[in-house]
C-alpha cells in the first residue's frame, strides 16, 4: 500500500544521475506502482455495485418522485425528439437540457415503459462510475487497496446507491463531472511523462525556445476532458460551476511539471504553451452541449421552437426563459434543504429526501413501512466534514497535489449553492461533490498509514492505520446494510421502521 506525497520542489541542474533520479520521482505516475491484477480488483468491486443496483431494480412499482417528469420526458423524446405535455396534449415545458432524458429513455428502449426500463440507464451509469472511480483512486494513491477501498465506499453509500436505482437526472451529472476529472488526471499524469522523457532524452527544460519544451502533442485526455464537460452541462446547467476548476487543475498541473524539471518562468510559459488549448476547450463544450438538443433543434413542434424563423433565436429565447425560471424557483418544498447553509445541512444529512411512501401491510404485522429514502450512509457521511479538515492539514504539511485536487473539486461542488440561499435545494445536489468527499476519507486515511516526504513510519503504525481504515469500510458497510430497507422500499414493521430515523423529525 502507497501514497506518495509529493516531494519538495528543487530545479534539477544537469542531466547527472542523481538529478534524474529527483525528477523522475516527482513525474512518474503514482499510478505505474499499481500491482498488475489492480483491473481485477476493480471490477470485482465493480460487480459487487452491479449487483447491488441491479437486483430488483423494479421495485418499488410506479413513478417515485422526480422519475413522473423524468421517464415520461425520456419516452416522448424518443417518440417525438422533444417533450410532450400529456395531460395537455402539447409541447412540454422543461427547464433542464435533454441529454440526461435521452440516457433515461435508452434504457425505455431496451427493458420498456416501465419501471426497470426507466431505471437502467441510471443503474448502469452508477455501477460504471463505480469503476471508473476506483481506477481513478488507484491511480492517484499508486494503492489498490486505497482504490479499492475507495470504490466499495461509493458502492456502499445510500445516497449513491438510491440515485443509482431512480430515473432522476443527477447520476449523470456526477457521472460526466467524474469522468472529465478522471480524464484531467489522466492528462496530467501522461503530460508529466511527457517532460520526464525529455529530460532523459538529455534536454534542457532551462534553456529557451522551442527546443527546451518536449515536441509537440495533442492533449487527447484534455481534449475529453471538455467533451465530458459538455456532455454534464447538456444534463444540468449547474455542471457550468465545474469549468473553472478544471482550468485551475489544469494550469496548475503545468505549472507544477516545468517548476519540477527547472524551467525558468514556469508560470508564464504554462500560460504560452497550454492557454491555446483552454481556450479550444471552449467550442468543444458548447458544440458537445449544443448537439444535446438535435432532437429539439431537427423536429417541428418542439416548446418555443417556433418562436422565431431561426432555430437558434428560438433556442436562445428557450434558454433565457428556463434560466428566468430557475432564478425565481423558491416555491416550498416538504424536503427541500432550508438556509443560507444548506450544503452543510448535506454534509450532516440534515434533512434527507423520501422519493416513496407506503404504509400498506405487507410487513407481517399490523403497522408497516415502506419507503425509498435519499439518504447517504451516515457513518460514511458524518465522517466528511473531519476527512475534509485532515485533507487540509496533511495536504499544506506535504504540499500533496492530491489534496489539493481534492478540495478544489469539493469546494466547486458545494460552495457555489451558498450564493442561493432562497433557491428551492435538494440533497441530492451534492451528489457530484460524493466522489471528492470520499476521496478525501481515503487521502486521510492514506497518510495516516504512511510517511510524510523524507521521514520514516514505524510498521506498527502502518498496521494499526491499515487494519483502523478496515474496520471503518467494514462498518460502512454494515451501516449500509441497516439502511437497505429504506434504500429499496422494503415493507418493514413501523416500529422497526421508525428506529432507523435516527434524527427524528429531520429524517421524517
Given at each position: ?38 483491473w ?20 418499488p ?10 421517464a ?42 416501465n419501471?426497470?426500463?426507466?431505471r ?10 463505480v ?5 481513478i ?8 487497496v ?20 431512480t ?6 451529472l ?9 480524464a ?34 495533442v ?34 498541473w ?20 497550454e492557454?491555446g ?5 471552449i ?36 434558454h ?55 439518504l ?13 479538515g485532515?485533507t ?16 478544489a ?34 487521502f ?17 503504525r ?7 481504515f478496515g ?38
Amino acid at each position: 500500500m502507497t501514497q506518495t506525497a509529493t516531494a519538495p520542489q528543487q530545479a534539477p541542474t544537469s542531466t547527472e544521475p542523481h538529478v534524474l533520479s529527483v525528477v523522475r520521482r516527482r513525474l512518474l505516475p503514482l499510478e505505474q506502482r499499481l500491482d498488475p491484477y489492480a483491473w481485477l480488483a476493480a471490477l470485482a468491486v465493480t460487480f459487487l455495485a452491479g449487483v447491488l443496483r441491479l437486483y430488483n431494480l423494479a421495485r418499488p412499482p410506479g413513478k417515485i418522485f422526480d422519475e413522473t417528469y423524468y421517464a415520461t420526458d425520456a419516452h416522448w423524446l424518443w417518440e417525438k425528439g422533444f417533450e410532450w405535455d400529456e395531460k395537455n396534449n402539447t409541447a412540454g415545458y422543461v427547464v433542464h437540457p435533454p441529454l440526461g432524458k435521452w440516457i433515461i429513455g435508452l434504457g425505455e428502449q431496451v427493458l420498456g415503459y416501465n419501471e426497470a426500463g426507466w431505471r437502467l440507464a441510471a443503474a448502469v451509469f452508477g455501477t460504471v462510475s463505480v469503476l471508473m472511480f476506483t481506477r481513478i483512486a488507484m491511480r492517484m494513491f499508486g494503492s489498490v487497496v486505497l482504490g479499492c477501498a475507495a470504490g466499495l465506499l461509493m458502492a456502499f453509500d445510500g445516497m449513491h446507491f438510491v440515485l443509482s436505482r431512480t430515473a432522476l437526472l443527477d447520476m449523470f451529472l456526477m457521472f460526466f463531472i467524474l469522468a472529465a476529472f478522471g480524464a484531467l488526471v489522466l492528462d496530467r499524469d501522461q503530460r508529466r511523462l511527457r517532460w520526464l522523457r525529455f529530460v532523459e532524452a538529455g534536454g534542457d527544460p532551462a534553456g529557451r525556445g522551442r527546443g527546451s519544451r518536449p515536441a509537440f502533442a495533442v492533449p487527447w485526455w484534455r481534449l475529453l476532458a471538455a467533451v465530458m464537460l459538455g456532455c454534464a452541462l447538456g444534463v444540468k446547467w449547474s455542471a457550468l460551476a465545474f469549468a473553472p476548476v478544471f482550468v485551475l487543475l489544469v494550469m496548475w498541473w503545468e505549472v507544477g511539471a516545468r517548476r519540477a524539471v527547472g524551467v525558468r518562468h514556469p508560470i508564464r510559459d504554462a500560460i504560452l504553451d497550454e492557454g491555446g488549448w483552454v481556450l479550444a476547450a471552449i467550442p468543444i463544450v458548447l458544440g458537445v452541449y449544443l448537439a444535446t438538443w438535435s432532437g429539439w433543434i431537427l423536429n417541428e413542434g418542439g416548446y418555443y421552437r417556433d418562436w422565431s424563423d431561426n432555430w437558434f433565436s428560438s433556442l436562445k429565447h428557450y434558454h433565457e426563459e428556463a434560466l428566468k425560471f430557475h432564478e425565481g424557483l423558491s416555491s416550498e418544498h416538504t424536503y427541500q434543504s432550508v438556509g443560507h447553509w444548506a450544503p452543510i445541512q448535506w454534509l450532516l444529512l440534515g434533512r434527507p429526501v423520501a422519493f416513496y411512501w407506503s404504509g400498506d401491510p405487507g410487513c407481517g404485522v399490523e403497522q408497516c413501512a415502506a419507503e425509498v429514502l435519499l439518504l447517504g450512509t451516515p457513518l460514511l457521511w458524518w465522517s466528511f466534514l473531519p476527512a475534509i479538515g485532515a485533507t487540509i492539514w496533511f495536504g499544506i504539511a506535504r504540499r500533496d497535489w492530491r489534496a489539493g485536487a481534492i478540495l478544489a473539486m469539493t469546494a466547486f461542488a458545494l460552495v457555489p449553492w451558498f450564493f442561493f440561499p432562497n433557491r428551492t435545494m435538494f440533497y441530492f445536489y451534492a451528489l457530484p461533490a460524493e466522489p471528492f468527499l470520499i476521496l478525501a476519507v481515503v487521502f486521510a486515511f492514506g497518510a495516516i498509514m504512511t510517511a510524510a516526504p523524507g521521514k520514516t513510519i514505524s510498521e506498527n503504525r502502518q498496521l494499526i492505520g491499515s487494519v483502523v481504515f478496515g474496520a471503518f469500510v467494514l462498518l460502512v458497510v454494515i451501516n449500509f446494510a441497516l439502511f437497505y430497507p429504506i434504500y429499496v422500499g422494503q415493507s418493514i414493521p413501523y416500529v422497526d421502521w421508525n428506529k432507523r430515523m435516527i434524527l427524528g423529525n429531520l429524517w421524517i
